[in-house]
């Protein structure tokens, strides 16, 4: 007898034991804020004291109840067939990686990648590259035209890991050479006028017209060093140090260097955000000027700082502060000094699925050559912009996921701004301002520029669905809505813009991708009937795909502009039209 009560409490014992742990296997802890753990399921009866150096402990009891009754499995053994299994391919991560390929057009084209791997210390990319391309493009008074493009790049990454801190270097070297190819209808024998008011400005066509041939350089290098926040007592900070050179085949040259850095400091639920630093820019022009371009040597710098002061609470943080700028030098007709308010806040509405973000700041636009040269290739090469400010940008919208597999961002933004500037081809009159005679209005194939003051309205979005890892879709949608003060239409600017891309593995090894774009209507200016012209709608479709050979050798092709569609990307300039490009590619 007594060995029965021995084995009725041992068996009670391993019954409670395994119940016991089952349902500590299945207790759920969701750690929702730092430093402050909440248990599923606990429920506090009173508060608890709080010790001044945080070394109390709290140990909750709990209570289940056992059922104690067998259950059945239902379980069946069933034999497993021997599986046919293929050999996988080894993957192997190389360090460097060529691929070159031709296209129509004369079109050749390559690219190699080096990379360092697997180093805990630092890392380090280099990138080069090339694209030539030769064909003729049919203008609009259908003739034809050559369009040689030669484009070569380089780029170097380069980071530097310590235990606290991040050394950054980044440089890059672009040589751009092109032709103005565009349509153009100035007449060489007659004598155009390049001051309405000014009878002596008379001069003939001849000297008006560019030469073809344009050549921009330009070589950038950045420096950074930051830390790495690991207590919340720390100060989070970056600085940047950078310089730029370039120059055209015109004699343009231009330098600049700037200097900005940023810092957060943490006061338990409160943050202190200040960001400011320098830009400056010198412009070196020809000592002689012509009919066709005015020279002016232009050297400015702006100064800045944004401070501001943040909280952050659970679920939700904002900060409020200004931003400021501050212009020396640059152009008589450009403001000295600028101020706008700058509030930011986020709020998670459900964690994980759906947050909502809002502000307003000031966004001041320095317009430097090389910004301007790189935004328009074909801008005459005399053209200093002026900056622009946007005093009050309002922003805001939503950002969030409807499951593992899509994700989404809506917003609208809204600004207003000062100087801003639109591209129209330059142009020229046979006759003075001043005549009652009939003019003859002709264009050149480079841009000059326009300002105007007013508002501009967006609506963007962007949804993404990727249900596995074979397949992705990236949808981005855009409406601008201009309101001008001196100028008739947002020259060249659309109003609507949708884009597509989808990447899809039919089979293992084959990727192919899809991207569709289109682009509404748009508006350039006629210098003949000195009135708006509109640029049609554009729908441009891209298809390519890339098969991978093996570990080191893949194949890859891509037909550009599938149904020939006729873009005008600058007015006088239409772009090429059905694009093909085959290649490889090799790692090593």
Known sequence: MKKNYIYILLILFIISFVSVNAQELNKDVKVVREYNPIISDAFKINKLPVDEVDSATFNPSFSYDILSKAMASGLAIEPITAARLKPERKTVLDKSYIKGGLGNYVTLFGDLNYNVLRSEEYALGLNVGHLTSNGDIKLEDDSKSEAPIHDTYASLYFRRFWDDYTLSLDAEFDHNIYDYYGFQNIDETLAYYTDMMDPASSTLGSNLMADRKQRLSSFGLNVGFGNKVVEPDDVAFKANLKYQTFSNITGVGENGVGLNAKAKIYFNDMFLDIAGGFDYYGTSVPDSNSPLYGFMDRSMTVLNISPALGFVFEGIDFKVGLDTYSLLGGQDEESGFNIAPHVEANLVIADGIVSAFAGVQGDYDINNYQKIQKENRFVAADVNVRNSFNGLHFF???????????????????????????????????????????????????????????????????????????MNVLLKGKYNGYNLDQIEEAWHKPEVEVGLTANYAPIEDLWVNLGVYTMGKRFAYDAATQEAKELKSVIDINLGAEYTISSKWTMFANLNNAIVSKYYQWNGYPMQGLNVRVGVGYSF
């Open 396 to 470: 805001g919208g939503l950002k969030g996921n409807f499951s593992s597999q899509t994700s989404f961002v809506a917003r609208v933004d809204y600004s207003m701004f000062d100087d801003e500037h639109f591209y129209v081809n330059r142009w020229y009159s046979t006759e003075l301002a001043t005549s009652s005679a009939i003019s003859t209005y002709s264009q050149t194939n480079i841009f000059d520029v326009v300002y105007s003051d007013g508002s501009l309205l967006t609506l963007s979005g962007e949804l993404k669905y990727e249900p596995s890892q074979k």
